[in-house]
């Protein structure tokens, strides 16, 4: 009875993690050891997206921030402009996360409070973390940046590949737990 019970409960835990993919990234405010937070992500079958959430402190107060993924990793210096580039497999232009056009890196923008305390809970269809190689964000770094992401439409600027979000002001990199 007991081995049968050790089984099951083995059994039990290996569909468990057989049927989902669960993420994390730690986030850094740039070029510092200064942590400010953990971002999760969620993928439980690849049609259903990826839920993502978590929570962050020490942003601009009472800001709309752009939230993307980038491309490039960043080292453990936490340094965001290493990024490189919106992770963009497709290499389409820059846009909103519901529009149809748009970088799989596009999360849009987070929404900070008046003390600089921020929760970000959003879903996303795109993303994948692992079920779908080719929109596969592991081991690329999420970006916040200090300006709003304007959506890609405005034409001015750099609009049409970085929304014109500004410096990138803390990131971490997304990885299996
Ligand atoms: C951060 O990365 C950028 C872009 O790769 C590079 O130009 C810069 O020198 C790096 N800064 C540090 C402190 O490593
Ligand atoms: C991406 O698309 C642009 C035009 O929108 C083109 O100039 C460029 O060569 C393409 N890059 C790749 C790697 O296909
Ligand atoms: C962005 O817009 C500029 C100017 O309108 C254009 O030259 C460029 O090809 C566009 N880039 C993309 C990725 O659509
Ligand atoms: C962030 O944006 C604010 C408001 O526009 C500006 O005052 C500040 O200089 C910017 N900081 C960086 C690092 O770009
Ligand atoms: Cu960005």
């Known amino acids: 009875m007991q081995l049968i019970l050790t089984i099951l409960a083995l059994v039990v835990s290996f569909v468990q993690k057989s049927n989902g993919n669960y993420a994390e990234a730690l986030m850094y405010l740039t ?3 200064d942590f400010i937070g953990t971002i999760g992500f969620n993928e ?3 049609a259903w997206g990826v839920i993502i959430s978590g929570s962050v402190n020490r942003l601009r107060p009472s800001a709309t921030l752009g939230f ?3 491309s490039l990793p960043i080292g453990n210096n936490h340094n965001c402009s290493a990024g490189g ?3 963009n497999p497709y290499n389409v232009s820059h846009g909103m996360p519901r529009d149809a056009v748009r970088h799989v890196g596009d999360l849009g923008n987070i929404e900070t409070d008046a003390d600089g305390r921020t929760y970000i809970a959003m879903r996303d269809d795109v993303i994948s973390i692992g079920f779908d190689k080719t929109r596969n964000v ?3 770094p ?3 940046h200090n300006l709003t992401d304007d959506g890609g439409h405005t034409g001015k600027g750099e609009s049409n590949t970085t929304g014109n979000a500004g410096a990138r002001v803390a990131c ?3 990885l299996f737990t």
């Open 142 to 144: 999420i970006v916040i």
């Open 138 to 140: 592991v081991g690329l």
């Open 172 to 174: 971490g990199t997304i």
């Open 31 to 33: 070029g510092t050891n």
């Open 44 to 46: 439980q079958e690849v």
């Open 85 to 87: 580039a919106h992770f």
């Open 68 to 70: 993307h993924i980038h």
